[in-house]
């Protein structure tokens, strides 16, 4: 029997208590090099995203990644974030959340 990671069940349902309370919603990212990311946003190979509503499109978060459109500088871009490379998510303004 192969059981799901509860990983992609708790960063949704962070999410969703940071929406439900007001709250930013932010992405530390494992910025791995063979990811397609905005490298110089990139701080000792860690990035950080804010995925709330305001800043971010079309949010998916799946069991495999989580996928939005952003803009950096302007110029739109789409992420994918494999599950496996997120390290935490969090609420900016009361640094509460989960880190893995």
């Known amino acids: 029997m192969n059981t799901n990671s509860t990983k992609p069940y708790l960063i949704r349902s962070i ?5 439900d309370s007001g709250f930013t919603p932010y992405v530390s990212v ?8 905005p490298k110089e946003y990139v701080k000792n190979d860690e990035i950080v995203f ?44 009361v640094n509460q959340g989960m880190a893995f």
């Open 50 to 93: 804010n995925i709330g509503n305001d800043a971010v499109q079309d949010l998916v978060i799946t069991n495999e990644q989580i996928s939005f459109m952003a803009r950096f500088n302007g110029v739109p871009k789409k992420i994918e974030i494999p599950i496996i490379a997120v390290q935490s998510i969090f609420a900016k303004e």
């Open 30 to 37: 494992k910025a791995y090099s063979h990811l397609d990311l």
């Open 15 to 19: 999410y969703e208590w940071c929406m």
